[in-house]
């Protein structure tokens, strides 16, 4: 494979929101400042990093990487609150945080901050799940990529969409109000026929 050094910068200091990449001396050839990773690598990373494991010939399991997807199922006919408590940060690690990152705070240039999001603080959780559910370009014009349909294409049931929402609502200080699950599916099945966000 060969190297793709144009999707690299040097620099001699880093600013703030630079990602620096540890090259090892001997691949080094000679650069001596902070290699940066530029916009479009970091999106291609993000890219490929959204592909799912595909099942393997000859029945062999597939590899589970990062944290195994796991839905608790309720006994019909019961009430209990087992689907509010999936794990909302193990499913944001898996579905969102290689472009939103750990810290919510995005990626300059790239990816927005979902951390004082005005989306995500809005009372009304409307916007928040069509954008989960179908994608959303609304911020083209300052720089920002594409955001694919990650809901839809990673087959996210309500309950973890719920878990997602409601961790996005209450980490890195945001403190929005919580959703029910069963405000969530109603709204649910109204953006699943209606608009992409704007
Ligand atoms: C492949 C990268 C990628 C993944 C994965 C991703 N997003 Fe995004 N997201 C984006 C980009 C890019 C935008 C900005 C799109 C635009 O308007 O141009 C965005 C925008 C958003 C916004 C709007 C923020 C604002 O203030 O405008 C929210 C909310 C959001 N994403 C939530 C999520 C959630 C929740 C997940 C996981 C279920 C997720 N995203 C997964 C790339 C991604």
Known sequence: MPAYSWLFEVKEYAYPGDVIINVPDQYRQ?????????KEALELVAY?????????????????????K????EPTG????????LDGAALYAVNCQSCHQENGEGLKGAFPPLKGSPVVLDKNPKVQLTIIMKGYNGRASEG??????????????????????????????????????LELKELYNQVKTGPIAK
């Open 30 to 38: 000679g650069i001596t400042g902070k290699i940066i990773a530029s």
């Open 70 to 73: 796991e839905i608790k199922t």
């Open 78 to 85: 019961t009430t209990s609150k087992l689907n509010t408590e």
């Open 144 to 181: 920002y990529g594409i955001m694919p349909a990650v809901g839809t294409n990673n087959n996210l049931k309500p309950e973890e969409i719920l878990a997602i929402i409601n961790h996005e609502r209450s980490s890195w200080g945001n403190n929005s109000r919580k959703i029910t699950l």
């Open 48 to 68: 490929l990093k959204s592909f799912k494991q595909i099942k393997l010939p000859d029945g062999k399991p597939t590899p589970i990487f990062l944290y195994g």
